[in-house]
């Protein structure tokens, strides 16, 4: 009876004559009114508290996309996730849905709805459900979040996932979105946080794998460091390395976020094989954890301004 994502309409399975105690078994989630939802009943310590909310609220927009009216499409946070975007913990709680004018936003506990004008935004299909496009999403994700995740959000949307290892460096999938695009969609409508949108936009960068990354770079710029490469192939006598976060080849000086997929057993081997790689051949490892970049980023940043300084590196505003 539920699709594959677990989620159904009443309606739908009342049009397909299911005896009610299938459809309205105690058991099952009513996230909103007329829809179902089979619980998921993984565990959610096995991939994180913020990863378990994420799944729980893909599986929210899902279910609530089988009852939205005509002219509805799913906007803002709730787009963002579904694109598969960053987004702050905090907008995990709510639907984001949007409408164009003159439609009525859809109210229901739990939705936020929002009205756009004609022209200001596209909408398309993804997973089965209407959605902004991807440079729409990010431009409605202007009235809500601060700069900060504005430009992980664009960052996102601006990486070209590659293969690494100087084997097979070909793009595993088109960006979803180009910075042109971005900068398209913020020109065409009157956006709220539109002032935020646009100072994103000029702190975004292509090559930013996870939002520590891009909050790291710019605390880093904040700071006055030198601009430094993202996910950049590091190789010697043009073999193949590593492949470092945060890179400032010219000062041989190689960053390392150490995110909670590098805490299995064969992840933190592998890490340690690679620093002492890089370290053997001249090269400068700092690797920083979440409480070096999110809790204290000064922390992050004076190991990064110390290491630069080792190599050389003078801050050139104080000449």
Not at 75 to 96: D, K, M, N
Not at 224 to 243: Q, Y
Request: glycine content about 8%.
């Amino acid at each position: 009876m539920a699709a594959a994502d677990g989620a159904f309409s009443v309606k739908a399975a009342r049009e397909r004559d299911i005896r009610r105690s299938a459809w309205d078994s105690a058991h099952l989630l009513r996230p909103f009114r007329g829809t179902r939802l089979v619980p998921d009943e993984s565990d959610p310590r096995a991939v994180g508290v913020y990863e378990a909310e994420r799944r729980e609220a893909l599986r929210r927009i899902v279910a609530l996309s089988k009852v939205l009216p005509p002219g509805t499409f799913v906007a803002g946070a709730s787009a963002a996730l579904l694109w598969g975007l960053p987004v702050p913990r905090t907008e995990l709680a709510t639907t984001h849905t949007g409408v164009v004018f003159p439609r009525t936003p859809t109210r229901r506990p739990g939705v936020l709805g929002r009205r756009f004008s004609p022209g200001m935004v596209v909408v398309t299909q993804h997973r089965g459900v209407p959605v902004l496009d991807v440079a729409s999403t990010w431009a409605s994700l202007g009235a809500r979040l601060r700069v900060d995740d504005l430009v992980a959000a664009a960052d996102a949307a601006l990486l070209q996932p590659r293969n690494h290892g100087g084997f097979h460096p070909e793009a595993l999938r088109p960006a979803l979105a180009t910075l042109e695009e971005l900068r398209a969609v913020v020109d065409r409508g009157r956006f709220r946080g539109a002032p935020r949108l646009r100072t994103a936009l000029g702190l975004a960068r292509e090559g930013s794998c996870s939002p520590p990354e891009t909050f790291l770079r710019l605390r880093l710029g904040e700071a006055g460091l030198p601009e430094p490469r993202l996910n950049f192939d590091i190789e010697d006598s043009g073999a193949w390395i590593a492949c470092g976060d945060v890179v400032f080849p010219e000062y041989r000086v190689c960053v390392e976020y150490q995110g909670a997929h590098h805490r299995t057993a064969a992840q933190y081997s592998s890490d340690l094989d690679r620093s002492q790689r890089l370290r053997g051949l001249g090269w400068v490892v700092v690797e920083l954890a979440a409480a070096h970049v999110l809790t204290n980023p000064q922390i992050g940043v004076g190991r990064v301004e110390a290491a630069l300084r080792s190599r050389g590196w003078r801050d050139e505003r104080w000449r």
